[in-house]
């Protein structure tokens, strides 16, 4: 409960009980329903373009958020990895239902789809749940 109050100064009383809080965790290996909370658009160290998705799992609600790197094809690359960053975006497209055609990514947030997650363990931000494919609807 918040409760604000004005004698002459404004003040504000908390009274939140926290005590049943839970450390979000990542979940086990499976299919989940992800729902994208947050999409960036930046350069990584060698300047080429990625899309970073961030996560979330609406049916889990002790889950962690988390994010997956999607690089963008760029004239340098070969043809091989060429390809491989263009399937990894149209299976990404097609889980959640849109098309990068001329899309702002803003109107990302809120599209849902499904994947197979599994488990990594990160040096620097412990275990995180990581993409192993995503799910065409049926």
């Known amino acids: 409960m918040v409760e604000e109050t004005y ?5 504000t009383f908390l009274d939140i009980d926290t005590s049943d809080a839970v450390e979000p965790t990542v979940v086990g290996p499976g299919e989940y ?21 961030l996560f979330e799992i609406p049916d889990e609600p002790t889950s962690k958020p988390f994010s997956h790197y ?16 263009k399937w990894r975006l149209e ?14 990514i803003s109107q990302l947030v809120g599209l849902e789809g499904w994947a197979l ?16 494919k995503y799910i065409e609807p049926r």
């Open 70 to 85: 999607l690089g963008l094809p760029v004239d340098s690359m070969d043809d091989k990895t060429k390809n491989t960053v």
């Open 91 to 104: 299976s990404f497209q097609r889980c959640f239902g849109f098309s990068l055609k001329g899309i702002n």
């Open 7 to 11: 004698d002459g100064e404004m003040s």
């Open 33 to 53: 329903r992800l729902r994208i909370i947050d999409c960036t658009y930046a350069r990584n160290k060698n300047g080429d373009p990625y899309l970073m998705p």
């Open 117 to 132: 997650l599994g488990v990594k363990d990160d040096p620097e931000y412990g275990e995180q749940n990581v993409i192993k």
